[in-house]
Every structure is written in C-alpha cells, then in structure tokens.
C-alpha cells in the first residue's frame, strides 16, 4: 500500500523521536488520527486526515474522522461538508451510518436543530446492528429535546365502501310526507388525509415552556364507484382546517402532573366554501403513576361561528380522561371517557354527548408487527325534535384494528395498515349509517 509522509505532527501520532520522518499507510494514519481525536488532539486529528483526504478525496473513513474533529475545532460549515462527502463517497451501511451521525452532530453544534433530527433518521436507517441504530435514535430523542421547532405529519388512504358517509335509508318523513334524497346513497371510492403541525417551543426552563403552533388538515375524497347519483361530485366533499394555538406547559415539581393551557384560532372550509371560524380554550393535567400507570384529563370551552347558517353557531363544553396502564403479560390497557354539551339555536345543533373507548396494545409481534384493537361507544341525545315527534338520539359503535409494521420502516416511518367498522343507529332513519373503511398510513416509531 502507497506510503504517506506525515510531518510536523509525528510526536502526536507515535512514541517517538520528535522532529524525524517516519511513514504511516493510510491505515495506520487513519487509526493513529482517530486515537487523537479521542485523547482530545482534534487539531492534529484534522492535519493527519486532510491528507489522507488530499490523497483520496473518496476515502470516507478519513473524511468521517475528519468531520468529527473540525466540529471539535467549531468548525461546523467544513465540518459538514467533509461529512456529506463522506456520505456520498460510500456504499457501505458502517460508514454511511458513521457520515449521518457525523454530518448530525455537526449540525446540532451549528445549531441547526432540525437537519441534524433528519441525518439522525438517516442513521438509523442504514444502521448495520442493532445496537448502533438504538444509539441513532437516542441521540434523535436528545436533539428533539433541545430543538425549539418540532414538526409532525402524517398521511392517510382510506379505502371505504361508504366514503360520503350516506345513510342506509334515504327517505324521510317530514310534516307527514315521505320523501326521498337520491344522492345519498353509499358511494365507494377512498379519501386521502394529510395533517401537519408546526410547533415553536420559547421560554423553555426545567419546569415549564410555552409554545406557538400551527395546524393544517385537509381531506379530499375520490370516487370509484361506477354509479354515482347525478350532482354529486367528490370535490363537495373536501375538507381543509387551519388552526393556529398558543399555550404553556408547566409543572410544580417531580410528583406534581403535567399542566397545559392553551387557547386556539381555526378556520373550516367544506368543498370549496368557508365553513365556520372556531375559538377554543384548554386546560389539561397529565399524571404519571408508579408501575407505568398513567392518568390525564382535559376540560374544554369553545365556540363555532358557522358562515353557512349563523343559527348553527354553536358553544361547546367538554370534559374527559384517559387512563392507562400495562398487565402482567406486558401488554398495555387504556381507556377514556368524555362528556360534552353543545347549545345552539338550531335544533339540529343542541345536544349532549357522551363518548366511551378501550384500546388494548399488545407486547408480542402479530405477523410481524405491533397490534392494537379498540372499541368505542357514541351516544348523541337531541335536545328537541325536528324531524319526528321524538328528539333525534343517536348510538354509534366502532371496532378497530391496526398492524405497524415496524420492521419495514423507512428513515424511522413504517406503515401501518387499520381496518375499521362502525354502525350508527337512530331514530331518524336519515342518520342510520355503516361504514366499513380501511386506513393506509405511515407512524414515526421515534
């Protein structure tokens, strides 16, 4: 192997006499920069590797270890161009995996929070063990604790055989005449959701935080049915919100819970008109019990301005709790409650609701994967009625059940595969509805 004369830095690299010329081949030299950095020598560690990297602009171990040690030097902009470098030099999962941890760590230094959480998936990505893919994702943890910007997506297809969400009748008896709606009718077809939140931590200390968001929702439904009634179109069906929120996260002490307060500002569209303006305020406690067990509950005020009939604006109270905790199997168990009460001048509007759910994660692999099956209960109780003699109470079930897939993820997003079932009866007939739909999606597992 060709021979390096490495000068001027002898006495740092071997127990010898200082001032003469001795040779090292690359490996050597690599191995001797890498034990400098290590012994905190960062300075002569980057003499050693420009070059081996002069020597071989591809070589990517010295340009890892190269990277490495100008970041000790808080040269963070060469620091990172020599890690991408690397990246680009290798095929090799061990040294790809050491460029992405390289090109992180350099970013994080720099400050720039955020491209260093999405080299760290990168890592944990092309991870050759285990045990270094775990290391990927601590440091993913550490970094999203100390980045002030977060942002959270996720994507959904939704396959369902009722994607308009029609009734099962579509007659009703109004002043004693029977009438009929042609165009609600189940229409087959899938809907695709997307939501992303962009959040702003600020004035962060040890006990509490305050934070700035902003949240974009939308859904957009296609048909695939064949017969689809005449004046409908799928467009009808579209759905945007854009909600901004403000708010404090604190808390008193180790022991104490976990308090939020926030106030939020949303915006509705439905198809291509502006729905409603909402206002609401929060408050919520997060409790953190011995043995994993866990408690929150939240109580909520809030208000819809309706632009499509102002007699539908509406207030809205609610009040609910989750608790959570594991069984002797290692399986998890979780259940929530909720309570809300909505006034309005509109009829079809005022009513009580209650809601009811029990989820239960299990611990072993299903096919593969982690499984999870929930169930839940909705019960809607009219305050006067409208369409019949009675006021209008609706009770709706849903039985779900989701696959994550977590050994086929992609930069730490695997799918995830939930089928779901739900029935509403009523006694208005318009409101009776079964949907059988199935969700495609993808879950950060970190």
């Known amino acids: 192997m060709k021979r390096l004369v490495l000068s001027g830095i002898l006495g740092l690299v071997l127990a010898s006499a200082g001032g003469a010329q001795t040779t090292l081949d690359p490996d050597e030299a690599r191995l001797a920069a890498a034990r400098l950095l290590s012994t905190g020598q960062a300075r002569a560690a980057a003499e050693i590797t420009t070059v081996l990297i002069a020597r071989d602009p591809q070589d990517a171990p010295s340009l890892i270890v190269h990277a490495h040690a100008l970041r000790v030097l808080e040269r963070y902009g060469p620091a990172q161009r020599a890690a991408r470098d690397a990246w680009r030099a290798t095929e090799r999962d061990i040294e790809k995996y050491g460029a992405a941890l390289a090109m992180a760590q350099a970013l994080s230094s720099d400050g720039k929070k955020t491209r260093a959480q999405f080299w760290l998936r990168r890592a944990a990505d092309v991870a050759p063990t285990a045990r270094m893919r775990n290391r990927a994702v601590r440091d993913y ?15 959904g297809i939704n396959p369902s055989d009722n994607v308009n969400n029609a009734p099962r009748d579509n007659t009703f008896v109004l002043g004693g005449l029977i009438f009929t709606n042609p165009a609600a009718v189940p229409i087959s077809g899938f809907s695709v959701t997307s939501d992303t939140t962009l959040r702003y931590n600020f004035g962060v200390t040890t006990t509490h935080r305050n934070f700035a968001a902003l949240r974009w929702t939308e859904s957009h439904v296609v048909f695939t049915d064949d017969n689809v009634p005449a004046g409908v179109d799928a467009s009808d069906y579209a759905f945007r919100k854009l909600q901004a929120r403000v708010g404090r996260d604190w808390t008193t002490g180790p022991d104490a819970p976990r308090q939020t307060i926030a106030f939020s500002f949303g915006q509705l569209w439905s ?17 953190q019990r011995d043995a994993g ?5 939240e109580a909520r005020l809030g208000h819809s301005d309706r632009k499509d009939a102002a007699i539908r604006s509406n207030n809205t109270y609610a ?14 168990l979780s259940w929530d409650a909720r309570i809300s009460r909505t006034d309005s001048d509109s009829r079809a509007i005022a009513h009580t609701r209650l809601d009811a759910g029990l989820q239960y994660a299990f611990s072993q692999p299903f096919m593969g994967a982690q499984a999870l099956l929930s169930v839940s209960g909705e019960l809607r109780q009219y305050d006067d009625p409208l369409y019949t003699p009675e006021a209008r109470r609706d009770i709706k079930a849903t039985v779900s059940g989701s696959l994550l897939f977590v050994d086929f993820d992609t930069y730490g997003f695997a799918p995830k595969l939930t089928l779901e079932a739900s029935r509403t009866n009523s006694n208005v007939s318009r409101f009776e509805t079964r949907n059988f739909g199935l969700n495609i999606g993808f879950q950060s597992l970190f």
Not at 271 to 287: H, K, L, P, T, V
């Open 141 to 155: 943890q550490f970094v999203r604790t100390t980045n002030p910007w977060s942002v959270d997506v996720s994507f």
């Open 271 to 287: 198809g291509d008109r502006q729905f409603a303006d909402e206002y609401e305020i929060e408050w919520r406690q997060a409790f």
């Open 293 to 297: 067990r866990s408690f929150a509950w």
């Open 319 to 332: 009040l609910g709790g989750r608790w959570s905790r594991p069984v002797a199997t290692g399986d998890r």
